[in-house]
């Protein structure tokens, strides 16, 4: 009885963190507190579409949305401009596009611009799968609300494949994709866009959303 009773307790627990990250910003707030519908893709765009020597922002990532909705319109990427639908998006960094394109081509790239062109080189579609794993819809989750998670999986806009939640020494944050030969991106930027229902971390390297060599 004591086992099943702990079991249904746990159940219970987890279905409670759920509900928590699910609920929208204003929940969590103050009463009479409602977020923002500022978009990322307003975020994204604040630095304008050009290429830059800062591989600590997000202009490949930024240039990569644009991309996909020029080839593709009605694409589910047009989500990160719906600013009042909730999302938690993990965005590579330039530097994390830089190591996958090292990767994928076996060469350093060392401009921001060399290195869209060899990640659009992968294909629209390809580009596509590889935002929409970055994607969690329908949840706005802060950093301290993942430092509290771990081991929680999270369903992404890719046709519902996850990454999970690992808390590194209590306090750093990793997401464990579906790639088990390459380090796990960290989360190296925090709370982007904090505040509205569409909140941002900036991550290290790309998730991967199949396990390549």
């Known amino acids: 009885m004591r086992a099943r009773n702990r079991v249904v307790a746990i159940v219970v627990a987890a279905l409670t963190m759920l509900v928590g ?5 204003s929940a969590h707030g103050k009463t009479g507190h409602h977020p923002g519908t500022r978009s990322l893709a307003a975020l994204l765009a604040k630095d304008g579409s050009g290429f830059d020597h800062n591989w600590n922002d997000f202009d490949i990532t930024d240039n990569a949305v644009a991309a996909v909705l020029k080839a593709k319109p ?32 076996g060469k350093h790239i060392r401009t921001e611009k060399g290195v869209f062109t060899a990640v659009a080189g992968l294909g629209i579609d390809t580009v596509e799968a590889v935002l929409l ?3 969690v819809p329908g949840a706005t989750i802060t950093y301290k609300q993942a430092r509290h998670s771990d081991d929680l999986v999270l369903t992404t806009a890719l046709d519902g494949a996850t990454v999970r939640v690992n808390v590194l020494r209590g306090h750093k944050v990793s ?13 190296v930027r925090r709370d982007l866009n904090k ?18 060599p």
């Open 21 to 25: 990250l699910s609920m929208p910003a």
């Open 74 to 105: 009605n694409s589910p990427v047009g989500v990160l401009a719906d600013g009042t639908t909730p999302l938690t998006a993990f965005l590579p960094t330039d530097r994390a596009f830089q190591r996958l394109a090292e990767s994928v081509t």
């Open 133 to 135: 794993y970055h994607v």
């Open 175 to 187: 997401l464990v994709d579906l790639d088990t030969d390459n380090r796990n991106p960290r989360i």
């Open 195 to 212: 505040g509205n229902l569409q909140i941002a971390h900036g991550i290290d390297r790309v998730l991967r959303p199949v396990d390549l």
